[in-house]
């Protein structure tokens, strides 16, 4: 659905020099199915075989680009080497604490959320165009949990 370079270009700032090769088609395959197929139910099968382009590059690309950023903030902030685990630093960065590793990975996460909502309404706004999309039986799978409450 999405190439390490499209996640680049949209999840990275200008300022965050990423290389592609460290965005991996595993990690992408995890975004989709950990965030995108629970979230479109029926309709995932479909849109991942390419049968609604503008829906996946109008709403679902920026979202996936963002899931991927997710997931693969801690592998950018320590890599695993013959050595062990290491953290790379140099005389004008050093690596972030793990608190804000964390804060910037919900602050990623939460934009995803946000862009993926936006996608599910239009989808659902329009239920001729994707009769894949079954808005009763997908409902359940739309829910989530933040601070132990169960949200729809």
Excluded: W
């Amino acid at each position: 659905m999405i190439s390490a370079r499209e996640v680049i270009e949209i999840a990275f700032a200008g300022t965050e020099h990423v290389r592609e090769e460290l965005i991996s088609e595993t990690r992408i395959e995890l975004a989709q199915q950990r965030f995108l197929k629970p979230a479109l139910g029926g309709l995932y099968n479909a849109v991942a075989e390419g049968k609604y382009p503008d829906l996946l590059f109008d709403y679902l690309k920026a979202p996936l680009a963002l899931y991927v950023k997710y997931l693969i903030l801690p592998e950018l902030s320590a890599q695993a080497t013959s050595q062990g685990v290491v953290q790379y630093k140099n005389e004008h960065m050093t690596p972030a604490s793990a608190t804000t590793l964390a804060l910037a990975r919900r602050k990623v996460r939460n934009d995803a959320r946000i862009l993926l909502d936006r996608a599910l309404t239009h989808i659902v706004a329009h239920p001729e165009c994707y009769p894949e999309f079954d808005s009763v039986r997908d409902a359940a799978i739309r829910t989530s949990m933040r601070g132990g409450i169960i949200l729809k």
